[in-house]
């Protein structure tokens, strides 16, 4: 096992829920999706500038939650 077990079940734990965490703030920061009606207020416009950065947060986070498991728990052949 290449990384501690505890660590690497806490570290998944944690990441999973900065997917879950960033998948929603993209949905509601998507102006095709939940952002339409979220668009009306004043402080949308800068929500909305954020859209990218959330996407990068997802995707980093997906990557490092999948590696993370696969060093922990092993590839299920």
């Excluded at 660590?7 to 102006?31: A, E």
Aim: some cysteine; proline content about 3%.
């Amino acid at each position: 096992m290449v990384l501690d077990a505890d660590l690497g079940v806490k570290l998944i734990f944690l990441l999973g829920l900065t997917n879950l965490i960033s998948i929603g703030l993209i949905f509601l920061s998507c102006r095709c999706l939940a952002g339409g009606f979220l668009s009306r207020h004043k402080w949308y416009p800068k929500f909305f500038n954020l859209h990218c950065y959330f996407w990068w947060i997802f995707i980093i986070s997906v990557i490092m939650h999948a590696t993370i498991a696969f060093l922990v728990f092993g590839i299920p052949l």
